[in-house]
């Protein structure tokens, strides 16, 4: 699929980026691969991890997606795009809205913008869980967000090749900022207890290999207008903490600005647009497409997908699917014990 194709990563530098290119690298080979991100810090590291001189099709792009200006430019002759770039701490939203807004929303339309001008076939943007529902900033954006790619579909028209679609997905095992990254600190510092928010509280769970493969198969699966839903398990927070140091005691602290006890990836007030598949869920436009019929219940791979009841909620407390804490040990090993 991505074979002598160019393709594009906004926000490009963080966890999913750096993944998103060894992945690429190891099972295609691409015309170009294009890291667009605003911290020369970060773009200089990941040169020094996949130099140009060995992987002479890596291409490092300073910019931000507030200048469609650079993202237009960066985007010529590109053919696949993922947008990853986002402000993604729930509580520092909280107290920085306009600077959220401008980079989740204005950037938003920014990369659509620059898509539709170089005739990129393909764009996903990533999501979050708390695009569902939202109660907070960053849940608010994203969800506007995820607004501004659905109805791109309809703004190209019908001859225009770009196609937007959207995956969203819950917290990322071990990435940057996440629980994972924030317990493994207290315990290389030696606290004698781990910070809990709440013990009922409840989190999707999925890894960051789970993450990109995910994103690499909607590419193959997108026709344009859906959000794509993986099918993971959820965890219990406490069960987390004792999985990574079962002989600390446990802090509760109260939940943070904008937190939310339980997330959710499909609610129920978009019950009547979802289809269950095999292991992903597929929230169809609330919008029809002018000029355009989609059978959303089948997809590219052959894949059949069905309506879910009317009452149907994807929650991370409610979900079928929980880790024990000898799964989460079992399954997360790698990623939960590794020395930072």
């Not at 060894?22 to 020369?40: A, T």
């Not at 993202?71 to 993922?82: G, K, N």
């Not at 608010?140 to 001859?159: C, E, H, P």
């Not at 269950?276 to 002018?290: C, G, L, R, T, W």
């Amino acid at each position: 699929m991505l074979n002598n194709k160019s393709i594009l990563i906004t926000g490009g530098t963080g966890s999913f980026g750096n993944l998103f290119v060894e992945k690429v690298i190891k099972n295609f080979k691409p015309k170009k691969l294009i890291i667009f991100s605003r911290d020369e810090l970060k773009q200089s590291l990941m040169a020094r991890k996949f130099p140009t001189k060995k992987y002479p099709f890596m291409r490092y792009f300073i910019g931000d997606v507030r200048d469609l200006n650079r993202l237009t430019l960066a985007m010529e002759s590109v053919d696949y795009v993922v947008h990853a770039a986002a402000l993604k701490q729930v509580d520092i939203a909280e107290y920085n809205p306009m600077e959220c807004i401008k980079t989740n929303i204005s950037g938003a339309e920014n990369v659509v913008k620059a898509a539709f001008s170089a005739n990129v076939l393909k764009v996903i943007s990533l999501s979050t869980d708390k695009a569902s529902d939202p109660i907070n900033l960053y849940g608010a954006t994203k969800l506007t967000s995820d607004k501004i790619f659905v109805s791109a579909n309809n703004i190209v028209g019908t001859r225009h090749p770009t196609r937007f679609a959207v995956v969203r997905y819950g917290n990322v095992v071990g990435s940057r900022g996440s629980v994972v990254q924030i317990f493994k600190q207290f315990i290389s510092q030696g606290s004698k207890e781990l910070p809990i928010t709440d013990i009922k509280m409840t989190r999707f769970w999925i890894t960051l290999d789970q993450a990109v493969k995910f994103v690499l198969k909607s590419f193959q699966r997108m026709q344009g207008g859906e959000i794509f839903v993986p099918k993971i398990p959820s965890i219990r927070l406490i069960d987390l903490a004792k999985a990574m140091a079962p002989k600390l005691n446990h802090k509760i602290i109260g939940i943070r600005p904008g937190e939310k006890l339980h997330e959710k990836m499909c609610s129920m007030n978009e019950s009547y647009l979802t289809l269950a598949f095999k292991d992903h869920y597929v929230i169809k436009p609330s919008i029809q497409f002018y000029g355009k019929k989609i059978n959303f219940s089948k997809n590219k791979l052959k894949e059949v997908g069905k309506p879910v009841n009317k009452n149907f909620e994807y929650r991370s407390d409610t979900n079928t699917h929980f880790l024990t804490v000898q799964e989460i040990i079992k399954l997360n090993k790698d990623l939960l014990f590794y020395k930072s």
